[in-house]
């Protein structure tokens, strides 16, 4: 079987602007991530950064992308429109999609959530325990029932999203609050799922449980089916194709073949 292929973008900014992150993640964090995800046999992962023509994100690329995973908190802004359209498209017509942390705010998750993405946060290194609150979710094979972070930045609840497909790990955090950390959703063809933990000041993304959770989402959220065609098209159906055979009657606003408005 082929590899399951995965891009793993990187905003890339806090590893050149910000000596401790460059000290933790000396090749970036979309690097960590991506080395990972390549210790699996069956995922085979390459990065693309926000500096890069395009993001890194051609048409070209994306259409042989299987599963892209998102890193972003700084220049969520410096995202291109056209980009996130493109990167949309291609999660209805069936790619996998993993948001990872400060990634709720990303363009692409605003977009496909509809909704504010908004929470609480604290900046405090405290620790953080997640619960897998679905033990036979193929994103938590081979973890224990909790496991813990020893430094993580805070998000709370109320967690601004639409009511997920699955949640499977809660956190609780050191200063007491709870969060839905690990939820899974379906945006037309495409598996979609956030997990919270990966804070750029902390080693999060070296930790072996948040590791085992990087791969497993890959592979969770892979759709092996061909890719839809012309996933946004909105055809107008002449009536000499309708299943069943129909007289036209009555006013019409639009003329034979001609396209909706959109």
């Known amino acids: 079987t082929m590899a399951i292929e995965t891009i793993v973008?990187?905003?890339?900014?806090?590893?050149?602007?910000?000596?401790?992150?460059r000290a933790i993640y000396p090749?970036?964090?979309h690097?960590?991530?991506a080395d990972a995800l390549n210790q699996d046999k069956g995922i085979h992962a390459t990065t693309a950064t926000l500096q890069e023509p395009e993001h890194g994100l051609p048409q070209v690329r994306l259409d042989k992308c299987d599963v892209l995973v998102w890193?972003?908190?700084q220049a969520h802004g410096e995202v291109s429109d056209e980009i996130v359209e493109r990167v949309a498209e291609r999660v209805w017509a069936g790619m996998g999609l993993i948001v990872l942390h400060s990634g709720h705010f990303a363009k692409i998750f605003k977009r496909l959530m509809g909704t504010p993405c908004n929470l609480t946060w604290r900046e405090a290194g405290e620790r953080e325990r997640l619960w897998v609150t679905s033990r036979n979710h193929p994103i938590a094979a081979g973890l224990p029932d909790h496991f813990e972070l020893e430094n993580e930045e805070m998000y709370g609840e109320p967690f601004g999203i639409p009511e997920p497909l699955e949640t499977v790990f809660i956190s609780w955090f050191q200063g007491g609050e709870v969060f839905r950390s690990g939820v899974t959703y379906k945006r037309g063809a495409g598996n979609v799922?956030?997990?919270r933990p990966g804070h750029e000041t902390y080693p999060t993304y070296h930790d072996a449980n948040v590791r085992t959770v990087l791969r497993n989402s890959v592979k969770w959220a892979y759709n092996p089916l061909a890719a839809i065609p012309n996933v946004t098209d909105a055809p107008n159906?002449?009536?000499?194709k309708a299943p069943e055979k129909i007289t036209e009657r009555g006013p019409k606003l639009h003329a034979a073949g001609e396209a909706g408005y959109r």
Do not use: L, R, S
């Open 27 to 29: 090749k970036g964090m």
């Open 71 to 73: 890193w972003g908190h």
């Open 9 to 21: 973008w990187g905003e890339n900014v806090h590893e050149q602007t910000n000596g401790t992150v």
């Open 237 to 240: 159906v002449p009536v000499d």
């Open 31 to 33: 690097a960590a991530i």
């Open 193 to 195: 799922f956030y997990f």
